[in-house]
């Protein structure tokens, strides 16, 4: 199989399945002309036409909303927001409107529609444009939510993404664009929803993460490997549906947990992992779950400050640590 | 442009007026080289080639009245008066930046000189600019606030929301779009049905104008009327300044999607050696004086670079400061 970037693996997404289906249809700022501002969109244009590939105005509300219309119109549109900052300016058309549809009219519309968002930190972008918001989205019931972190994962991913009839939320990780992976090439080959994939088998500890913070919890895991401590890492791949069952299994088997989470710490997804574990675990775990999260402080600009903000693989090495301590 | 520079203002005003605009230029070249050594780091958006709006609209307005920018801001906060050194510590995320190394590039600000920040999300200073203004006729300070925006900005639905909330309750806003023609790489036809953006106020009958932007002193006259409008009526105007960008989007954009010729062409009209032109023409200035300028920006932007450098990092501690008070 090919080795290709996490970004061209999207590329190579949204490329398939609008040669599939002729409904598929994109828009966004800066996707046509410019190719998009991380380039995931190269090629669109000159392939499928301005009739398909469409720039709009500085304007994600609408952005959303008119996605949001043609997928009631008969169209499978795929919506580019430059970044998940951006969201909160559609969140009215996101939460108000898109998750709510379907069930508001009883069911009567279906809307098949992707929102791709770039998120995360890492880049000195300061507070306004490093946030990882996905617990928002997942909070809200009436959307799928997707989180990939290798390239196989984004291509399979999307690939469901835009053949499912629910609206999905599509985040991607700015840091992982020039990440590389083996990706297959074969058309019909689709990651499913929901379910969970264990990246690396270990007996030791579980570690359940999702996008960036599992390349961070495999690099911690090979880390810890060398002190014979084996991590099982478990790779969440869709906030929603959430496959409870996989890391359920997993932290049963281990007796351990430790939940790594980009976003704030207060209400962050992790804290709703944490207790899942502790619904269907209870008697199995032989310590707390640790969580790993970011500050719960707006971003810093500055490079010295921002890196205490974010997990990194220390820090998951720490909490491994903790789970394992004898004070258990 | 037949009115002689003399008869709009005094020598002094229009020497430190080309002085800042060198300073500016000199500024933002400066980072443009420290961050391709990695000491700014993230997005870095620079005004080469906007100077003259940034100049000629700060010496038309009071020194009190608010102004507001997006993220492409250094030049606007330092005409205003903040200190080159504290913007490039800013920028190197130092402890003696502007915001404390927080903000960075995107977000200077500073109370004392009533320069009330740069913003990054496309349009959100909008309506904080409304609310500003609101204060200061609530207060009676008799102060406007002027809020400089770009050409993509006006298709997010705060433009207009803020338009029509500042007309509607009769607001002291000066709105100033520095139209450079384009929003990243998308051409200002291609986003908006109405490129010409001084048009688009009619709906909510704020008056507005169209301006050069490459000619400081048009920009002076044209801010200075509106704002003395502004401030008389207490309602909005709209001032569109056309200028143009000679570098990319930021610097991780190479601006592919202009042409050279249209890039050459507006190198022609560079605001800084047309104006310097007019100085020497109209005997304000001789070119000895006009070097000696440059060389003492060169001066200010090197002490800064060093000062930056030199600073300390924000400790550990500060990433908990400032969330609340
Ligand atoms: C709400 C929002 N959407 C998108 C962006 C990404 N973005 C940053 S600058 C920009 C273009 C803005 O162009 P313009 O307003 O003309 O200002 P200029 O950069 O030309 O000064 C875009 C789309 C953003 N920062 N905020």
Redesign the pocket.
């Given at each position: 199989m090919p080795e290709i970037t996490y970004r061209d693996a999207l590329n190579l997404a949204l490329k398939e399945e609008m040669r599939r289906d002729p409904s598929v249809v994109t828009w966004g700022?800066?996707v046509a002309f410019y190719e998009g501002?991380f380039k995931v969109t190269r090629g669109l244009l000159a392939e499928f036409g301005e009739g398909r590939v469409k720039d709009t105005p500085?304007s994600?509300n609408t952005i959303v909303g008119v996605a949001i219309g043609a997928a009631m119109g008969g169209l499978r549109p795929v919506a580019e927001l430059?970044?998940v900052?951006?969201a909160l300016?559609a969140m009215d058309q996101i939460i108000n409107h898109m998750t709510k549809i379907r069930y508001m009219f009883g069911g009567q519309v279906n809307l098949p529609m992707v929102i791709r968002a770039p998120g995360g930190g890492g880049s000195q972008l300061a507070a306004q444009?490093s946030q990882s918001l996905e617990t928002f989205f997942m909070h809200a019931p009436g959307m799928y939510v997707a989180v990939p972190a290798t390239p196989a994962d984004a291509k399979g991913l999307l690939k469901s993404a835009i053949r499912d009839n629910n609206p999905v939320m599509f985040l991607e990780h700015e840091l992982l664009y020039n990440s590389k992976g083996e990706v297959s090439d074969d058309p019909e080959l689709l990651v499913p929803f929901g379910k969970c994939e264990i990246k690396r088998p270990g007996k030791d500890v579980t570690i359940v993460a999702y996008s960036r913070m599992t390349i961070l919890a495999l690099a911690a895991a090979e880390e810890l490997a060398k002190e014979n401590i084996a991590c099982e890492v478990v790779d969440l791949r869709t906030l929603a549906p959430l496959d409870t069952e996989t890391f359920v299994q997993s932290v049963k088997k281990t007796g351990r947990a430790v939940v790594v989470e980009e976003c704030w710490r207060t209400c962050g997804l992790g804290a709703e992992i944490a207790t899942r574990i502790y619904d269907h675990c209870f008697d199995s775990l032989l310590s707390p779950v640790q969580r790993v999260s970011g500050l719960d402080v707006p971003m810093p600009y500055s490079r010295k400050l921002e890196k205490l903000c974010i997990p990194q693989v220390e820090d998951i090495i720490g909490a491994v640590k903790e789970v394992l301590s004898e004070k258990y | 442009m037949d009115t002689k520079l003399r008869a709009i203002l005094p020598d002094h005003d229009l020497l430190k007026m080309y002085e800042q605009m060198v300073l500016c230029r000199e500024f933002e070249e400066s980072c443009a080289e420290q961050y391709t050594k990695g000491h700014i780091t993230g997005f870095l958006?620079l005004y080469s080639g906007q100077e003259a709006v940034a100049v000629g609209s700060t010496r038309a307005l009071h020194k009190d009245d608010y102004i507001l920018s997006?993220?492409?801001e250094h030049a606007q906060a330092i005409v205003r008066g903040a200190e080159p050194k504290r913007v490039m510590a800013e920028l190197f995320g130092k402890a003696t930046g502007l915001c404390k190394g927080k903000g960075g590039s995107m977000h200077l600000f500073d109370p004392d000189l009533s320069f009330m920040g740069g913003y990054?999300?496309?349009?959100?200073q909008f309506p904080i600019a409304v609310g500003l203004a609101f204060a200061a006729k609530f207060r009676q300070e008799g102060r406007i606030a002027a809020c400089f925006?770009?050409?993509?900005?006006v298709n997010?639905g705060n433009f207009h929301e803020g338009l029509n909330w500042a007309r509607l309750w009769e607001l002291p806003v000066l709105f100033v779009c520095?139209n450079?023609l384009?929003?990243?790489g998308t051409e200002v036809h291609r986003s908006s049905a109405l490129a010409d953006i001084h048009k688009r106020t009619c709906g909510y009958e704020v008056p507005s104008t169209q301006v050069d932007g490459m000619d400081v002193m048009a920009v002076y006259q044209a801010i200075k009327y509106a704002a003395e409008w502004v401030r008389e009526h207490n309602s909005a105007y709209l001032v569109e300044a056309m200028t143009y960008?000679f570098r990319g989007?930021s610097m991780a954009d190479p601006g592919k999607y202009r042409s050279a010729a249209e890039l050459e062409l507006w190198k022609s009209r560079d605001p800084l050696p047309n104006f310097g032109k007019r100085l020497i023409e109209e005997e304000i200035a001789g070119q000895t004086q006009l070097d000696a300028i440059r060389k003492e920006a060169v001066a200010v932007v090197q002490e800064a670079v060093r000062f930056a450098e030199e600073s300390p990092w924000p400790e550990d501690a500060e990433v908990y400061n400032d969330i609340y008070v």
């Open positions: 700022e800066d501002s500085i994600e430059m970044t900052n951006f300016l444009h | 958006h997006a993220y492409r990054a999300i496309v349009g959100g925006f770009g050409d993509g900005a997010q520095e450079n384009y929003g990243i960008r989007h």
